[in-house]
């Protein structure tokens, strides 16, 4: 195992800029994410790391070592790529084998790693298979085996997922973990799946057009987004923009619209955000902090018309007409009637759930 550091690398593409001063430490053992929206630069970061592109600037080191102009076969890696790029007319088998056969390694073993990493993806019984008679999450798997198989210090991961159904991608999502935990791997994945990356993550680099937006543990990124990408891009949330009209201590007044006044906290603010009087600030609340208020008037309590009711069964979901903005809101099911549009509704938005985004 292996920690990784990114040391200001950057990366272009002729003119073209692919990722823009890369600088992150990760910890030995760790399961970390680069997220973003295509084309924002995971792969490029990945395959930098792999030795498949070298850095037009900057430095990467695997531990103590300097590996940034190091072949992908000299740096111990093993990465499972976006399209899986397995070997289509061989056996489940001789794809797993195959690095182990490049290292010269003895027949005898081969056979003893390979059978001994089938079971561990749960693929034993499948050697003799051609990659052809599997299904997309058995193909996965053999994927990860292969890269597992070399006993790598660091496991790369773009997108291993994407081509599986929900349900599937969630099994995996699990075995990918338990595997991780199991082995003590260091891990880089990536994937441009929110949910995917919070469930899995040990920290997050979010990414946009080459640029890192912020680095953080899920709960970090989530509650404290540095600003607007960051938080609508992690999770579902209501963006407001507002003007700052008073500081009273910790309390910081807002005027959303004429008839929309809320008070938030000093506390609950991006760092990269300036509160002053007369500032305009995005502000960002989630669907789930959201509460139904019982009385009609009070501090931050905004009342409006349902637009949307939506039921899932564990949740109910509304977006409610307030003024000129819609605010979502998601409350736990507990029994009661479902609102139906058109119904009045009264909102509670706690003080401590708005978040000044910047
Ligand atoms: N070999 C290349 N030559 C020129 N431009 C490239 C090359 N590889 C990537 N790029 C550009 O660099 C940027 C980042 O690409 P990258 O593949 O890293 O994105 P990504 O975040 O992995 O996206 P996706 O989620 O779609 O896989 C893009 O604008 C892409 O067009
Ligand atoms: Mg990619």
Not at 106 to 126: H, P, S
Not at 142 to 162: F, G, H, K, N, T
Not at 198 to 207: A, F, K, P, T
Request: glycine fraction near 8%.
């Amino acid at each position: 195992m292996s920690s990784v550091t990114l040391d200001h690398v950057h990366k272009r593409f002729g003119k073209a800029k692919g990722v823009e001063d890369v600088h992150i430490h990760i910890e030995s053992g760790e399961f970390f994410t680069f997220l973003g929206p295509s084309g924002c630069g995971k792969t490029t970061t990945l395959r930098m790391i792999a030795g498949f592109y070298y850095p037009t600037e900057g430095r990467i080191s695997f531990g103590s070592q300097d590996v940034t102009m190091l072949p992908p076969n000299k740096r111990n890696t093993g990465m499972v790529f976006q399209n899986y790029a397995l070997f289509p007319h061989m056996t489940v088998f001789e794809n797993i084998a195959f690095g182990l056969q490049v290292r010269k390694m003895a027949k005898a073993d081969i056979k003893e790693r390979v059978e001994r990493i089938m079971k561990l993806v749960r693929l034993d019984g499948y050697g003799e298979r051609r990659i052809d008679q599997l299904s997309g999450g058995q193909q996965q798997r053999v994927a990860l085996a292969r890269a597992l198989v070399i006993e790598p210090q660091i496991l790369l991961l773009d997108e291993p997922l994407s081509n599986l159904d929900a349900k599937l991608r969630e099994e995996t999502r699990y075995e990918i973990k338990r595997l991780q935990m199991e082995l003590g791997i260091t891990t880089i994945y990536v994937t441009h799946d929110q949910a995917e990356a919070m469930s899995m993550s040990d920290r997050i680099m979010v990414m946009n057009s080459g640029v890192v937006q912020q680095i953080g543990t899920p709960h970090e990124i989530y509650h404290r987004p540095v600003n607007r990408f960051v938080a609508s891009f992690i999770g579902e949330t209501n963006l407001w923009e507002a003007t700052v009209t008073g500081i009273e201590g910790q309390n910081v007044y807002v005027q959303v619209t004429p008839d929309i006044s809320l008070c938030g906290s000093l506390q609950q603010a991006s760092p990269q955000v300036r509160l002053a009087v007369g500032e305009k600030v995005a502000l960002s609340i989630r669907p789930e902090a959201v509460r139904e208020s019982a009385g009609a008037d009070g501090e931050n309590v905004v009342r409006g018309t349902v637009a949307l009711a939506e039921f899932t069964g564990a949740c109910v979901n509304y977006v409610t007409s307030v003024g000129p903005h819609q605010l979502r809101s998601m409350f736990i099911n507990e029994g009661s009637a479902v609102k139906q549009p058109g119904e009045a509704i009264s909102l509670h938005i706690p003080k401590n759930s708005i978040y000044f985004a910047g």
